[in-house]
């Protein structure tokens, strides 16, 4: 395992798998809220011929777990940001959480994602389309008043990002973004059968299309190379 900063936070960035196939580019794993790297690549990833790493978010997992919260998936974004500034470029799948990640990382760094992959996982909807009424709980004391020893996934970190507002036409435009600068035609595979509104605004966008896993994973294997143009074929509906 290795660790990459991000501010004061330590990140975990797991080694899964080695390149079969003599595929340099890596995929990088982003998980779900709540969750963690896997130990072990998932069955699906045998359709991946080249190395496997995946990221423990911020509070999550074995990274830094902060003092008082403040998530938002732009802070998460930058986490992306800095395991890809180990990686190089790289194709990114998401799950839930991590698949609104991998959208904002792909439209904020196309020359580096060379393709992202959007799948089902926890914390997919977010809080909705615009902010909800102010709350703060109290999660940093148990009882009787003794501290909460700190342990991932940090509680802060589950009621912030299940509140994160997410704006279809602020996804739409992380989209855009990647089409334009990633040279790919079609940067991003849908292969989530959930649609929450900003997922359905993407899926509409030009540069969207949708498939399995796997299909995704075959497809942007063959395509690129070290991050070269290409073009991806439309995937069956």
Do not use: C
């Not at 580096?112 to 992959?117: K, N, Q, T």
């Not at 909800?132 to 008043?145: D, E, M, Q």
């Not at 739409?172 to 605004?201: H, I």
């Amino acid at each position: 395992m290795r660790f990459v900063i991000h501010n004061r936070a330590q990140l975990a960035l797991h080694p899964l798998r080695d390149a079969t196939a003599g595929l340099d580019r890596p995929l990088l794993l982003l998980h779900g809220l709540g969750e963690r790297t896997p130990s072990a690549p998932p069955p699906w990833a045998e359709a991946w011929p080249g190395p496997i790493w995946g990221l423990d978010f911020t509070g999550h997992g074995a990274s830094t777990i902060p003092t008082g919260g403040g998530y938002t998936a732009e802070m998460l974004m930058a986490d992306a940001d800095a395991a890809l500034a180990e990686l190089g470029p790289s194709t990114v799948l998401g799950r839930g959480l991590g698949a609104y990640v991998a959208l904002l990382i792909a439209g904020g760094r196309p020359e580096l994602v060379r393709g992202a992959i959007l799948a089902d996982g926890p914390g997919l909807a977010g809080g909705g389309v615009r902010p909800g009424t102010a709350y703060v709980p109290r999660l940093s004391r148990l009882g009787s008043g003794a501290e909460v020893k700190p342990s991932a996934p940090d509680p802060w970190a589950l009621f912030e990002l299940s509140r994160d507002v997410r704006p279809p036409d602020y996804a739409s435009e992380y989209v855009r973004q990647a089409v334009q600068w990633s040279g790919l035609e079609r940067p991003f595979v849908v292969a989530a059968v959930t649609r929450p509104e900003w997922l359905a605004a993407v899926v509409a966008e030009p540069g969207v299309v949708e498939g399995s896993i796997v299909e995704a994973l075959r497809w942007f294997a063959g395509s690129g190379g070290e991050g070269r143009p290409a073009s991806l074929p439309t995937p069956p509906r």
